[in-house]
């Protein structure tokens, strides 16, 4: 199984920061990475898909990057609403698993 | 617009079985595979299952593999999860997952997802 590892676990920012987070996958995932964000009591909502398109809807201050086994997610400004939980997903192949995910805080 | 409505989680014993259903709108269902991805309380995703569009492939995460059964009727949009030998690990939020790539034949990522149905598993 292709293990997932996020870092960090946790972080505080305040608005307008610049935020990354990176996600190390175990084995090579080519561009088979997706990023996720979870607020409390909500489904999770894609953000970002084949390591660096954007989902439509999603707001141009997030961005992916990387190849291979590393990857980042970045929120150039932070927003309030962008206060919630981060997972990075690999589709390379099965089991298809998750990041043990990044809780974005308020400092 | 895309909807997804799980239902069919339950309180049951450990050792029982139950069938989480989800009804799909607003899409080709037959167009794309569907996942089944578990949270459990306070902790972060783990995905269970996945069928191709058609229901030809199934695919199996280890710690339900031997237990779960994933099937869909195309013709009424709906998705299904059989569940048996319930554990108290299997305890979680249960989310039905859209996956993004179209055609049907490939799994990937999850773009729309339903609300959950939870599944509680205790004596």
């Known amino acids: 199984d292709i293990q997932m590892t996020q870092s960090p676990s946790s972080v505080s920012a305040s608005v307008g920061d610049r935020v990354t987070i990176t996600c190390r996958a175990s084995?090579?995932?080519?561009?088979?990475l997706a990023w996720y964000q979870q607020k409390p009591g909500k489904a999770p909502k894609l953000l970002i898909y084949?390591?660096?398109s954007l989902q439509s809807g999603v707001p141009s201050r997030f961005s992916g990057s990387g190849s291979g086994t590393d990857f980042t997610l970045t929120i150039s400004s932070l927003q309030p609403e962008d206060f919630a939980t981060y997972y990075c997903?690999?589709?390379?192949?099965?089991?298809?698993?998750f990041g043990q995910g990044t809780r974005l805080e308020i400092k | 617009e895309v909807q997804l409505v799980e239902s069919g989680g339950d309180l049951v014993q450990p050792g029982g079985s139950l069938r989480l259903s989800c009804a799909a709108s607003?899409?080709?269902?037959?167009?794309?595979?569907m996942s089944w991805v578990r949270q459990a309380p306070g902790k972060g995703l783990e995905w269970v299952s996945a069928?191709?569009?058609?229901?030809?492939?199934?695919y199996y995460a280890d710690s339900v593999k031997g237990r779960v059964t994933i099937s869909r009727d195309n013709s009424k949009n709906t998705l299904f999860l059989q569940m048996n030998s319930l554990r108290a690990e299997d305890t979680a939020l249960y989310y039905c997952?859209?996956?993004?790539?179209?055609?049907?034949?490939?799994?990937?990522?999850?773009?729309?997802w339903g609300q959950g149905t939870l599944v509680t598993v205790s004596s």
């Open positions: 607003g899409f080709t269902f037959s167009s794309y595979a």
């Open positions: 084949g390591v660096s």
């Open positions: 069928i191709t569009g058609s229901g030809a492939s199934t």
């Open positions: 997952a859209k996956d993004h790539c179209s055609g049907g034949g490939c799994v990937t990522y999850f773009d729309c």
């Open positions: 084995q090579g995932i080519s561009s088979w």
């Open positions: 997903q690999q589709g390379n192949s099965f089991p298809i698993t």
